[in-house]
């Protein structure tokens, strides 16, 4: 079935440094791919998403594009701040014949001053 | 901004006794789902619904769980018996449309202790 693949963390990285988070997934069909983050006691907001292959979202310094060749949705970020520490999901949306949206299992980023 | 709104927060209960988790979808959306996260681990699909039907579940979603929507605003799910391992954070979550590139928006959830 669907399924999404994330990088293991915690990921842990001085203010200022370059993000990469790996995102992959299996899918039949022309899924949706969405970033969503979590900060601390908080619940699921949207970050970027992309609809269509070389589609690159971006939000709040983050970008991801959608690659069908290499299945993959990496999140990047050039500069990172103490502010983005938090919980990264990356997500499949509803493809035909299903309702659901696929999460990875997230990797947490802590961000040092 | 419209948002999703659960209630409470945060709920305490005794192993067997029966939740009801509530939720408010953003009004004009048709599709609400049920997420849970066990703590630390991934966010996982339990159930969506459209047009007053379940119109997917997963393996997770068994006789104990059921869902409804009242009254047209609330979409609630009832975990009739719980267990220990029911002990997550409950998301709902609700969108416009399926597919081609819609989200949904979630939440901020309800964190279900069964004691």
């Known amino acids: 079935g669907d399924s999404v693949t994330q990088m293991e963390g915690p990921v842990t990285l001085s203010e200022e440094a370059f993000l990469t988070i790996n995102c992959t997934y299996t899918a039949t069909g022309y899924p949706s791919l969405f970033w969503y983050v979590q900060y601390p006691g908080e619940g699921l907001q949207l970050l970027l998403k992309?609809?269509?292959?070389?589609d690159k979202g971006s939000n709040k310094g983050f970008e991801a594009t959608y690659r069908k060749e290499t299945t993959s949705f990496h999140l990047e970020k050039g500069s990172v701040q103490v502010s983005d520490s938090a919980v990264y999901f990356c997500a499949l949306g509803a493809t035909s014949g299903t309702y659901k949206y696929i999460f990875g299992t997230g990797t947490r980023l802590k961000v040092l001053a | 901004e419209p948002e999703v709104t659960q209630t409470p927060s945060h709920q305490v209960t005794q192993m067997g006794q029966e939740v009801i988790l509530r939720c408010v979808p953003i009004s004009n959306h048709l599709y609400f789902y049920w997420y849970r996260q066990i703590l630390g681990q991934k966010v996982e699909f339990l159930v969506s619904f459209y047009n007053n039907e379940i119109s997917e579940k997963s393996e997770i979603f068994d006789d104990q769980f059921s869902v409804e929507r009242p009254d047209g605003s609330n979409f609630t799910l009832k975990i009739r018996s719980t267990k220990l391992e029911d002990s997550a954070m409950y998301f709902c979550a609700s969108s416009e449309r399926r597919g081609g590139g819609t989200e949904a928006f979630f939440g901020q959830g309800t964190r279900l202790t069964v004691v």
């Open positions: 992309a609809t269509k292959a070389d």
